[in-house]
């Protein structure tokens, strides 16, 4: 029959107490009055050692709820499959079943409420993108030509200024062309994974980073869920070099490997800092879930930081 932790403590307590008061009972041990001080020195020596036996019977059968304690402190939802073995007797090993299933809980529902609000982000971005690719965009364009003929009319000192007017409103037309594009990438839903990588990493390019990309040609078919994550993982790799990394130089890899797909983004730059991961990160970790892949982010074999993503494959894909 199994204890419950609350006897299985207060058996070894008395097993500790019942010891002591035999030996005492049928050692040479007498206490007179008034108390010499050698049965002071050995009375406080029994008391001593009956206290070390106690600490190490409690320290061995507590053992497991120290374990349980150390996981709590350090689980995180985001890294999800981590479970504390079952051992113990009885009331530990039944704490230790209950914390395993509240884990498997939490998962699920953390999986399940990050995939209705990354849909609905997407959604909000695609609805955004539109806007303003369509209203907005359509709207500076009418203004440009507006200009441009306003401009052919207009008198020689005038016609300077107002060709200055229209190259900002051409920047501003670009900017927010590119701003949509950032939101929902139409080269993703048009031309598939591959162009919209090589668009990325060419937008990522500046007078200061080069980044190279290496995209194999024998990629399987992918599920659009699939496309999205490597794609946003590539997105928020690239904006974090360009943001914090102070690289020169960034690779972009997209392959087979190991029965699956693995994106890498590699850089030079100064590698990780000792803070803790912003809303980007996790993000990337939140989506890398929902496919069932595996976000690894450290640093590079040559320095600077290696974000790794890899996804397993699902059976009948080729």
């Known amino acids: 029959m199994s204890l419950s932790l609350f006897w299985r403590i207060f058996l070894l307590n008395a097993a500790v107490l019942v010891l002591a008061t035999v030996l005492l009972l049928l050692g040479p041990v007498t206490v007179s009055a008034p108390v010499v001080l050698t049965e002071v020195v050995v009375l406080t020596v029994g008391l001593a050692a009956m206290l070390v036996a106690n600490a190490l019977l409690l320290r061995v059968g507590l053992a497991p ?62 609805r955004i993108a539109r806007e303003l690719h369509d209203e907005i ?26 060709h200055q007017v229209q190259e900002s409103t051409r920047n501003s037309l670009d900017e927010i062309r590119r701003i949509a594009r950032r939101l929902r990438p139409g080269v993703l839903d048009e031309l598939g994974l591959a162009s919209a990588l090589k668009a990325l990493t060419t937008e990522y390019r500046t007078a200061g980073l080069a980044v190279h990309r290496d995209i194999a040609a024998d990629l399987p078919d992918l599920d659009d869920q699939v496309e999205l994550v490597l794609y946003r993982t590539a997105q928020e790799g690239l904006t974090n070099v360009v943001r914090h990394s102070g690289a020169r130089n960034a690779h972009l890899v997209l392959r087979r490997a190991g029965g699956g797909i693995e994106l890498r983004v590699r850089d030079d730059g100064r590698g990780l800092l000792a803070t803790p991961e912003g809303a980007g990160i996790r993000g990337m970790r939140e989506r890398a879930l929902l496919i069932g892949a595996d976000l690894s982010i450290g640093p590079g074999a040559t320095g600077g930081t290696d974000v790794c993503l890899r996804v397993p494959l699902r059976e009948g894909t080729t």
């Not at 395993?100 to 971005?125: F, G, I, K, P, V």
């Open 65 to 126: 709820l120290q374990r349980l304690t150390r996981t709590m402190r350090t689980i995180d939802l985001l890294r999800p499959g981590h479970r504390l073995a079952v051992t113990g007797q009885s009331g530990i090993a039944d704490l230790i079943r209950t914390f395993n299933a509240m884990l498997d809980r939490l998962e699920a529902e953390r999986a399940t409420s990050a995939a209705r609000a990354l849909s609905a982000q997407e959604a909000e971005r695609r």
């Open 137 to 162: 965009g359509q709207t500076l364009t009418a203004v440009l030509l507006d200009l441009k003929r306003v401009a052919d009319r207009a008198p020689e000192p005038m016609r300077d200024e107002l």
